[in-house]
């Protein structure tokens, strides 16, 4: 039972460019949330997507979008990158029918802006 | 989300019980703790959860205080693999509520 894929595992990008980061959730799964993830700090969240639409937002500007499709599977989009985006972007995946177990993580993508 | 305190680090030895403290004195009613833990370079992995009541399954056990004010995690028996960042979140009921992160505790488990 594959668990939550993310990809890609490594990127660099140059400020003001745009970046699309994918997550497919853990098999039976329905719910996806992205974290960013800043060197030594815990992660924080970015938004949370089931049903195809966005449920929840964190404090990001609306550089920061998402979108899922059909099949569970979800992006992240930023546009104009910043220096400051360098960060650990996590998806993680839920059941929205079984609310309070715990989250299945990916290991993340590495995003470096230069 | 009620905030959760935890000390930066803490260290034990192989083979012993690691008890990791956590602080949520303004938890409310309806919130339980969790706690994840996210070894280098992976995502954060579930732990255990708890509202009330002593928790065990095969990682670990989660005893919180009568007024749900403070918790512990223990490992019964840390291994190297367990060196990680742990993390205590408070987190309210609710169809796929938010988690909310701090800095966690560094666990180092010494041979």
């Known amino acids: 039972d594959a668990g939550v894929t993310q990809s890609p595992t490594h990127l660099i990008k140059t400020r003001g460019q745009q970046v699309t980061l994918r997550c497919s959730p853990k098999?039976?799964?329905?719910?996806v949330s992205w974290y960013q993830q800043a060197l030594g700090q815990g992660p924080q969240f970015i938004f949370q997507y089931y049903e195809e639409e966005e449920r929840q937002r964190g404090n990001f500007p609306d550089r920061f979008s998402g979108h899922q499709f059909p099949n569970y599977s979800s992006e992240l989009n930023v546009n104009a990158l910043l220096l400051g985006d360098s960060a650990l972007y996590l998806c993680?995946?839920?059941?929205?029918?079984?609310?309070?177990?715990?989250?299945?993580f990916g290991s993340g993508t590495r995003l470096t802006v230069v | 989300d009620a905030k959760t305190t935890q000390p930066p680090s803490m260290d034990c030895a192989e083979g012993r019980a690691a008890n990791l403290p956590c602080n949520h004195s303004t938890i409310s009613g309806n919130e339980y703790v969790y706690w994840y833990r996210q070894i280098h370079s992976q995502g954060p992995q579930y732990i255990i959860h708890?509202?009330?009541n002593n928790e065990t399954n095969e990682m670990a056990s989660l005893i919180i205080t009568e007024d749900r004010k403070s918790s512990t995690l223990i490992l019964p028996h840390a291994t190297l693999r367990d060196t990680a960042v742990y993390y205590c979140?408070?987190?309210?009921?609710?169809?796929?509520?938010?988690?909310?992160f701090g800095k966690g505790i560094t666990l180092s488990v010494r041979p």
């Open positions: 993680a995946s839920s059941h929205r029918r079984v609310p309070n177990y715990g989250y299945t």
């Open positions: 708890g509202l009330k």
């Open positions: 098999s039976g799964h329905d719910t």
């Open positions: 979140i408070v987190r309210v009921t609710g169809a796929n509520s938010k988690l909310t």
